[in-house]
């Protein structure tokens, strides 16, 4: 054995002699771009390019892709996927509002209510993130947080901004990008539309005034389970002199109509979401957020929707929908109830439905119960918005219209109406 020892040191100092000492490490590669999502992947279609450059916002993606290449290290990426992400929002918010131009130098004949705009400029945005080539090693969970970011920030999920004491009311309420873009790319959601014209605004009511401050969210499911719902509301769900005192959930609902939906269920149906993934089963509750254990099967709103029904609030009539569907205690098959949900039954659709409205109405309403905030908070439906009359057709139609336009004001008028209705049948919580 000790020739064979021998042997093997001769060999060891034989690779050491023409090992080099200081041998240059391998160059890093540079970071592997990121497939575009199924959203993203809609995004260079003739209408999206249509509504960003007749509103102006066909600069920001090629802006924000510019400023990522001037990027020396990820402190910068950070910055800048956060700073651009709130100037989305608040251009977005501004031009609602009528501040500023209606569009930037290569457009301006879309609407400014328009909530589509945000919605294409982000996409391009996190586009841009997953297909950036920095010149430093960023890693897939980096860029992740990155998007994410930009996510948060054009959203107006991180710059909520309710005032302190008791001499305004503050209120909350939460929009949804346009959805079901497969079918026709041109779709806009009213309730995103709401939330950018009512956001920071302040309403009279026979109770006082009342600050208003909104946010939107994804149609996603995979978002919603991994809570961003909670981690945008629970700091205005908590106790202090900012907490809400008054909340609601808005989506577009049924044709010709608006509701405020009496009870939630814990169950998502599995409709397709934008990216086109359907999930069904109990809603998830995300880690690290209060909650009821054990899980409730319901939620009800407390808004005030004896008065929000009684009042006249705009050219839509507003119903207290009590419809649920349930499996009933011992029973395998669904049923429909007309009056809400009977003791002891496992949901499988709330007056909402069982898509990300009633989930986004479920999650908020779980929050309030586990947090012990006693306001008024639920969900709202708006009516469908639709293009008019001669321009039904995705494949020819035009990206918009003056019967489209003229419902989405009144629409978005008519929330701004049961907000302050609402705000002045709750009084003084």
């Given amino acids: 054995m000790k020739p064979l020892r021998l042997g093997a040191m001769a060999l060891g100092v034989a690779l050491l002699a023409v090992t080099p000492t200081h041998a240059a490490p391998a160059p890093a590669l540079p970071p592997a771009p990121l497939p575009p999502t199924a959203e993203e992947q809609r995004l260079p279609g003739k209408v999206p390019q249509e509504i960003l450059r007749s509103s102006g916002f066909d600069d920001v993606a090629p802006g ?23 100037r989305l929002w608040r251009r977005a918010v501004d031009r609602a509002q009528g501040r500023g131009p209606a569009a930037g130098p290569g457009g301006g004949e879309l609407s400014r209510d328009d909530d589509r705009p945000l919605y294409w400029a982000r996409l391009g945005m996190t586009r841009a993130l997953r297909e950036w080539k920095p ?26 901004d309710l005032p302190a004491g008791g001499a305004v009311k503050r209120v909350l309420i939460t929009g949804f990008d346009p959805f079901q873009l497969d079918s026709d790319a041109r779709r ?15 309403v009279d009511t026979p109770s006082g005034p009342a600050r208003i401050e909104a946010v939107v969210f994804p149609v996603r499911w995979d978002d919603f389970a991994a809570g961003t719902v909670e981690r945008t509301l629970l700091p ?38 934008n990216v086109n993934l359907s ?21 009800t709103t407390t808004l005030p929707y004896a008065a929000i029904t009684a009042a006249r609030t705009g050219p839509y009539p507003v119903y207290d ?7 009933p205690a011992g029973a395998t098959e669904p049923v429909d109830r007309p009056d809400g949900p009977t003791p002891g039954s496992t949901a499988r659709e709330g007056g909402g439905g069982d898509y990300l409205s009633n989930e986004i109405a479920y999650r908020a309403t779980l929050l309030r119960d586990a947090t012990r ?57």
């Fill in 279 to 299: 999930r069904t089963g109990v809603v998830p509750v995300p880690p690290g957020v209060p909650t009821v254990r054990p899980q409730p099967q319901w939620t």
């Fill in 64 to 86: 924000f892709s510019r400023a990522l290449e001037r990027a020396r290290g990820l402190s910068d990426a950070e910055r800048l996927a956060t700073d651009d992400g709130r």
């Fill in 373 to 429: 905030l006693r306001v008024p908070g639920g969900h709202l439906h708006t009516p469908v918005l639709s293009f008019g009359e001669g321009n039904t057709d995705p494949a020819t139609g035009r990206i918009s219209d003056p019967a489209f336009v003229a419902n989405r004001l009144a629409i978005v008028a008519q929330v701004r109406s049961v907000t302050s209705t609402a705000v002045a049948a709750a009084g003084t919580p």
């Fill in 135 to 160: 010149s430093f090693q960023v890693t897939g969970r980096q860029r992740a947080e990155l998007i994410g970011k930009v996510e948060r920030a054009s959203r107006g999920q991180d710059s909520v």
């Fill in 321 to 327: 929908n009590t419809a649920v569907t349930e499996i």
């Fill in 236 to 273: 205005h769900f908590r106790p202090g002199p900012r907490r809400v005192d008054l909340f609601t959930t808005i989506s577009q609902g049924r044709p010709g109509r608006f509701d405020v939906e009496r009870t939630n269920g814990a169950w998502r149906g599995g409709y397709p979401d």
């Fill in 188 to 202: 806009s959601n009213p309730s995103g539309a709401a939330a950018l014209a009512l956001d920071g605004t302040t």
